[in-house]
């Protein structure tokens, strides 16, 4: 099996920083992608950011574009989550997630990640 296990997250004000760590342990793994969701209280999970494992092509929600990046270090396993300018609709749960079968596109679709991390707090003070 493979565990995504997130960190990073906090309490911050409005106009600060965070960066998000997301290490994957296991069997040999191997993603086409890797992405971030987040979920606000009583909201929906939302789409952030992905990147193809191979390429590094990014896809970004378009409120977090300009803000948030995506990068990842593939010989480490790790995705990680830069998130500058934080405004308080930030606020979440944020999760990371792994999609391995080989399907391109549709990256806002959490039904085409097969694995999850258990998350990780942000709140953003205003």
């Known amino acids: 099996q493979v565990q995504l296990v997130e960190s990073g997250g906090g309490l911050v004000q409005a106009g600060d920083s965070l960066r998000l760590f997301c290490a994957a342990s296991g069997r040999t793994f191997s993603p086409y992608a890797m992405g971030w969701f987040r979920q606000g209280a009583g909201k929906e999970r939302e789409f952030v950011a992905a990147?193809?494992?191979?390429?590094?092509?990014?896809y970004y929600l378009d409120s977090v574009k300009g803000r948030f990046t995506i990068s990842r270090d593939k010989a480490k396993n790790t995705v990680f989550l830069q998130m500058n300018s934080l405004q308080a609709e930030d606020t979440a749960v944020y999760y990371c997630?792994?999609?391995?079968?080989?399907?391109?596109?549709?990256?806002?679709?959490?039904?085409?990640?097969?694995?999850w991390g258990q998350g990780t707090q942000v709140t953003v003070s205003s």
């Open positions: 990147i193809s494992w191979g390429v590094g092509s990014t």
């Open positions: 997630a792994a999609r391995e079968r080989l399907i391109f596109g549709d990256w806002r679709n959490p039904r085409l990640y097969d694995y």
